[in-house]
């Protein structure tokens, strides 16, 4: 019964917009607009009628459909909004009217930090061919919304600004002119859920790395923060080439809505990151200055800002300092524990690249150049644990950073008897999921930093 309805329903749909189709071919575009809207009315009372439905059923399948009837409403919005200007700019014939379309056509719209790496912009510029010559930024002074991304109609007189951050995101249907046509998605119901949740808070700041480098770190603190309070500092890497960690974009990953937030909101901790070297949106020189110098130059930044952070005043010093990576953050932990004296006491390296040998042959050659004898030796070998206290994670199934990586970790800290902790799991990938699997490393990470690295009982 529920997949004839269903198919009733696809049916009518489609009924409706051949009919738009032959309408558009046979009138005026103005006439079009009433029955544009009556048509959207009517979609909006299917929606009704599917709402209630999935009230009364309970199935998934329904919210399937409601997201297919919301993509299709988005695209005849913004095809009802092409046509329509096209069909304005064929009647008029006006020569400031032409003057406005060659400028559409000689304008180049991108994204831009707009000096600042952690922010994304939507801005224009002229191209010579153009009146307006001067870049232009539509999104600076958004309230809210300090990174975005964009997605433009056909005639590029419209387009779909999403704001990413650094409040929750939401999307409207915007013209280039600036004004705003409509809400998209404004996710009052995130809005609503997140206001009742005692969430860590973020603060942003400019660091001196070393090597005459400045980059931004962030930091998260635990709720309910009082001034005074000191707490465990615990920081999170990643630092691949070209990727960025820190930005004002919405915490919907790593930092924010999972495992590091319970830590922060449980237990009381004080979670920092920092992008070093060789990462994004700082320029060429910063980009390209661990050119076949992996996990060098990264891994002295994070002992930097690390030495930074514990002077904070909301840091407890007494406390061990702790550092957390996954995969190429990962690696970046196992080369901090083997090369740091005095900032990091505790490490946790999960799905850890540990040896170029053991990566992907194209990406180890792009980043570190064709192996030569002694070429990035200390990067690649440094091992020296003594006095740390670390934990490795691996996958035996991982066809990504391959287990091998953490299997030659493994054997060089035992026969260098080295202590240290271990968690392998069986036929798992680089995710680390499946069955529990997720809970139990993360339970597992947890008690780590509680009990070994914290004392706390």
Same mark, same amino acid.
């Given at each position: 019964?529920?997949?004839?309805?269903?198919?009733?329903?696809?049916?009518?749909?489609?009924?409706?917009?051949?009919?738009?189709?032959?309408?558009?071919?046979?009138?005026?575009?103005? +006439?079009?607009?009433?029955?544009?809207? +009556?048509?959207?009315?009517?979609?909006?009372?299917?929606?009704?009628?599917?709402?209630?439905?999935?009230?009364?059923?309970?199935?998934?399948?329904?919210?399937?459909?409601?997201?297919?009837? =919301?993509?299709?409403?988005?695209?005849?919005?913004?095809?009802?909004?092409?046509?329509?200007?096209?069909?304005?700019?064929?009647?008029?014939?006006?020569?400031?009217?032409?003057?406005?379309?060659?400028?559409?056509?000689?304008?180049?719209?991108?994204?831009?930090?707009?000096?600042?790496?952690?922010?994304?912009?939507?801005?224009? !510029?002229?191209?010579?061919?153009?009146?307006?010559?001067?870049?232009?930024?539509?999104?600076?002074?958004?309230?809210?919304?300090?990174?975005?991304?964009?997605?433009?109609?056909?005639?590029?007189?419209?387009?779909?600004?999403?704001?990413?951050?650094?409040?929750?995101?939401?999307?409207? %249907?915007?013209?280039?002119? *600036?004004?705003? !046509?409509?809400?998209?998605? &404004?996710?009052?119901?995130?809005?609503?859920?997140?206001?009742?949740?005692?969430?860590?808070?973020?603060?942003?700041?400019? $660091?001196?790395? /070393? /090597?005459?480098? =400045?980059?931004?770190?962030?930091?998260?603190?635990?709720?309910?923060? =009082?001034?005074?309070?000191?707490?465990?500092?615990? !920081? @999170?890497? @990643?630092? /691949?080439?070209?990727?960025?960690? $820190?930005?004002?974009?919405?915490?919907? *990953?790593? /930092?924010?809505?999972?495992? %590091?937030?319970?830590?922060?909101?449980?237990?009381?901790?004080?979670?920092?990151?920092?992008?070093?070297?060789?990462?994004?949106?700082?320029? &060429?020189?910063?980009?390209?200055?661990?050119?076949?110098?992996?996990?060098?130059?990264?891994?002295?930044?994070?002992?930097?800002?690390?030495?930074?952070?514990?002077?904070?005043? @909301? $840091?407890?010093?007494?406390?061990?300092?702790?550092?957390?990576?996954?995969?190429? *953050?990962?690696?970046?932990?196992?080369?901090?524990?083997?090369?740091?004296?005095? $900032?990091?006491?505790?490490?946790?390296?999960?799905?850890?690249?540990?040896?170029?040998?053991?990566?992907?042959?194209?990406?180890? #050659?792009?980043?570190? *150049?064709?192996?030569?004898?002694?070429?990035?030796?200390?990067?690649? #070998?440094?091992?020296?644990?003594?006095?740390?206290?670390?934990?490795?994670?691996?996958?035996?199934?991982?066809?990504?950073?391959?287990?091998?990586?953490?299997?030659?970790?493994?054997?060089?800290?035992?026969?260098?008897?080295?202590?240290? =902790?271990?968690?392998? @799991?069986?036929?798992?990938?680089?995710?680390?999921?499946?069955?529990?699997?997720?809970?139990?490393?993360?339970?597992?990470?947890?008690?780590?930093?509680?009990? &070994?690295?914290?004392?706390?009982?």
């Amino acid at each position: 019964m529920m997949m004839m309805m269903m198919m009733m329903m696809m049916m009518m749909m489609m009924m409706m917009m051949m009919m738009m189709m032959m309408m558009m071919m046979m009138m005026k575009m103005k +006439m079009m607009m009433m029955m544009m809207m +009556m048509m959207m009315m009517m979609m909006m009372m299917m929606m009704m009628m599917m709402m209630m439905m999935m009230m009364m059923m309970k199935m998934k399948m329904m919210m399937m459909m409601m997201m297919m009837m =919301k993509m299709m409403m988005m695209k005849m919005m913004m095809m009802m909004i092409d046509d329509d200007d096209d069909d304005d700019d064929d009647d008029d014939d006006d020569d400031d009217d032409d003057d406005d379309d060659d400028d559409n056509d000689n304008t180049l719209y991108y994204l831009t930090t707009n000096g600042n790496p952690i922010e994304r912009h939507l801005a224009r !510029v002229g191209t010579p061919a153009a009146r307006q010559k001067e870049a232009v930024c539509l999104t600076c002074g958004t309230p809210g919304c300090s990174y975005v991304a964009a997605s433009f109609s056909d005639n590029a007189r419209y387009y779909v600004l999403h704001c990413l951050g650094p409040e929750v995101p939401s999307a409207t %249907l915007r013209a280039v002119d *600036g004004d705003t !046509v409509t809400s998209l998605e &404004d996710n009052a119901e995130l809005k609503s859920r997140l206001s009742q949740k005692e969430l860590p808070t973020r603060e942003f700041m400019n $660091v001196d790395i /070393g /090597g005459g480098f =400045k980059s931004q770190a962030e930091i998260f603190l635990p709720p309910n923060y =009082k001034e005074g309070n000191k707490y465990p500092l615990l !920081v @999170y890497t @990643y630092g /691949g080439p070209n990727s960025q960690r $820190v930005s004002k974009r919405f915490p919907m *990953g790593p /930092g924010m809505l999972n495992w %590091l937030t319970h830590v922060m909101s449980s237990h009381g901790i004080v979670v920092a990151s920092v992008d070093g070297r060789g990462t994004a949106s700082r320029g &060429d020189q910063f980009r390209y200055s661990v050119y076949r110098r992996q996990f060098t130059g990264e891994v002295d930044d994070q002992i930097n800002t690390g030495r930074f952070f514990k002077q904070m005043k @909301y $840091v407890d010093k007494t406390q061990k300092a702790a550092i957390f990576g996954w995969s190429y *953050g990962g690696g970046m932990v196992s080369h901090v524990m083997g090369t740091d004296k005095d $900032v990091f006491d505790c490490g946790i390296a999960v799905a850890p690249v540990t040896h170029k040998a053991y990566y992907d042959t194209a990406y180890s #050659e792009r980043f570190m *150049g064709f192996a030569t004898p002694g070429d990035n030796k200390a990067g690649y #070998e440094a091992k020296n644990f003594e006095n740390k206290t670390y934990l490795i994670a691996h996958g035996t199934a991982d066809d990504n950073v391959h287990f091998m990586n953490a299997a030659q970790v493994i054997k060089a800290l035992t026969e260098a008897e080295v202590q240290f =902790k271990q968690l392998i @799991y069986i036929d798992k990938a680089h995710s680390i999921t499946g069955k529990h699997t997720r809970r139990h490393l993360f339970r597992a990470l947890t008690d780590f930093l509680l009990k &070994d690295c914290w004392n706390r009982k």
